[in-house]
C-alpha cells in the first residue's frame, strides 16, 4: 500500500540526509493508515452523511424563506409605488403654498401703499400742499 | 499535471452539486488525506476528525474548485488545515500521552518491541511542525514544496525542518542503532 500512495519526487535534489531505510520502515508503521476496506467505506458514509446534514442546513433557510420571495418584490415594488405618490404630492403642495404665501404677501404691500398715499392726501400735508399751490 | 478523466468528470459532477460524484472523489482521496492528517495530529482519532473535517469543508468550497487542478492537492491542503486547526485546541499535550498515541493499533505487531517504543519515544520528543514534516517526506513521499503549501510555511523552512528533524532523530536512536 505504502508503494501506490507515494508522490513523484521530481524536481528535488538527491537526498544524500535521509533516514536509512529500516527506520523509515519503522515510523511508516507507526502512522500507518486502518486497513481494511470496511473501515474506508465506514469513514466515507460519515463523511457523506455529515456532508448531508450540511447541504441540507444549507438550503433549510432558503427553503423557507423561497415561498415569501414573490409577494416580498411584490410589496416591496408597492411600497416604493406609493412612497413615490405621497412624494410627488409632498412637492407639489410645498409649490402651492410658496406660490400662494408669495401672492398673500404682496397684494396687502400694494392696497397699504395706496390707502397711505390717498391718507397723505387727505391728511393736514395734503391741506399744506394744497396751499401752497393755491397761491 | 494529468488528470485522470474519471476524477475530472466526478470533480465537475460533485462541482454541479451531484453528492454521489463527491462521494466517488472522497472514496478515491481519503486513505491519502488521512496520511497526511495522521503526520500532522499524531492520534488516529484525531486524523480521522480532520479528515472528516477537510471533506466537509471541501464539499462547502467545492464552486471554489478549478477541475482542471488536481482534486488530491486541493482537499489535503484543506485537510491540513483542518487538522492544524485540531493541534491548535489541543496544544498543550505531555509527551506520555504522545508516546501512548503512537501506539497505533494498526501497527505490525512482528516488530522489535524495544525499537518500537524508543522510536516512539524519539518521535514524541520532536517538534510538532518537525515530525509532521518528517513523516510526510520520508514516509509519505510529499515534496518540500507540497509539505510548504499543506503547513503554511515555504517550502525552504520545511527543508530546513526536516534536516533538523533527521538529525534529532538520529541522535535519539543512536544507541539503539548501532
Redesign the interface.
Known sequence: ??DE?????D??KPDR???DES??A??????????GDAY?SG??Q???A???S??SA?SSWWTVLAPWGRPALIAAAAVFAIAGVVNQQLVDSDEQMAYDSAFQSSTPDVVSTSEEIMSVERGADGATISYFLSH | MRIPDEERALAEAARAGDQKAFAGLVRLHQRRAYLVARAIVTVHEDAEDAVQEGFVRAWQAIERFDPSQGFQAWVNRIVANAALDITRRRKVRTTEELSDALQSPFRDPAQDAELKSRLNEALAQLPERARSVIVMHDVEGFTHVEIGEMLGIPGGTARSDLHHARQKLRTLLKDLRG
Open positions: 500500500m505504502a500512495l507515494k508522490f513523484p519526487t524536481g528535488e540526509d535521509s533516514l527506520l523509515k519503522l515510523i511508516r508503521d507507526a502512522y500507518a493508515p486502518p486497513d474506508w469513514l466515507e460519515r463523511i457523506m455529515r456532508v448531508a450540511e447541504s444549507d
